[in-house]
């Protein structure tokens, strides 16, 4: 696919921002979070769909480690990774321009499916706002609330699903309740796809009724890769989706709660 067939959105990745600003914010990484991320010797050669489990509020500290720790690894032009977020993301003033440049797009099946025509990998989330904003108390659950996009994307576009599982983002701030009902009752599930509206205690807002971006607290990251899931494999040309989302969601949360095993206190290990 020529430069002038790859959609805007795509071109905004910036290689040569990446690998300037990859040293210091990798280095920042590693000091903060004290950031692991193992399993990429599990990833085939080819274009996949990683899926993690989403946490850490409005910063989700542990999405730009992944991205951080991908481009390390693999170098900043040898295999382009691009995450799909929400909105909110994309388009915050200043900010929005910066996850641009590291190859964030707006969350979309169409950008997806041109990342691996351009023989990219996407990294989604499924769980979206709700699993990000889940009560602490729900840090090591794999919560995706039945959504089934991403499988039919993977099966569609005949992707590999490369499951993520990380904790540690959610100990960057406290979230105190499951905040789905209030955006419910203000409507905002309507008029602003946010799907959850949480009580949250951070820096430096001290308790809020919004989940803000916030200066993240200096949890331990780990992150792990895990398997491929060939869904086709697995699941033959017309998968029974419910079934395909209860497998990939069980691998996921036994490879989070392994993780999880190893935490001790969120600020130490």
Known sequence: MT?????EELRKRDPEFIRAVLPALWLASTVWFRAEVHGFENLPDEPVLFVGNHSGGGSTPDTFVFLLAYNTFFTVEGRPLYALAHDTITAAPGFGNLTRKLGVVPAANSFAEQIFKTGGSALVYPGGDVEALRPWRD????????????????HRCKVKIVPVVATGGHDTLVILNDGRRTAELLRLDKLARVKSLPMTLSLPWGLSPLPLPHFPLPAKIRMQVLEPIDLRARFGAKPDWDHASDYVTSVMQVGLSKLASRTVLPMVR
């Open 139 to 154: 840090r090591y659950k794999i919560v995706f609330s039945g959504r089934t996009g991403f499988l039919k994307l993977a």
């Open 3 to 7: 430069d002038a067939a790859i959609p």
